[in-house]
């Protein structure tokens, strides 16, 4: 059976990255490790600390930075996370200074809102109805 231990985001500056998914979004850094230049730098959703890890990955890439500024441009997130109350969750977070580019939105079976990172990536937070 495949199961996801694993995905990624890719992050301008990791501790910058660090920062804003653990402080913001209120994940809990899982593992970091020196890698080279760089760290293998994951963070875990505090309701499944065993569960899957976001690794906050260099964007080091060249064929990173076209594709993100692509995304952004066209105004798409790179990654969704699931909330229990998306309206809530924006309130909170904005009280926390973070900048939205699509408040909460009815969509039928989904509320969603669109949130900034700081750190090249816009972020889609989504509750099922």
Sequence with gaps: ????????????DQAKALAFYTEKLGFIK???VPAGEA?????????????????????GH????????????????????VVDDVHAEVERLKGLGVEFTQEATDLGPVVTAVLDDTCGNLIQIATMK
Excluded at 42 to 57: F, H, K, Q
Excluded at 62 to 72: I, T
């Design 1 to 12: 059976m495949i199961r996801i231990h694993v995905t990624s985001v890719f992050v301008d």
């Design 30 to 32: 899982k593992t970091d």
């Design 39 to 59: 760290r293998w730098l994951t963070v875990v959703s505090p309701a499944d600390p065993d569960g899957v890890e976001l690794l906050l990955e260099p964007a």
């Design 62 to 81: 060249p064929a990173v930075g076209p594709f993100r500024q692509a995304l952004v441009g066209d105004g798409i997130p790179f990654t969704s996370f």
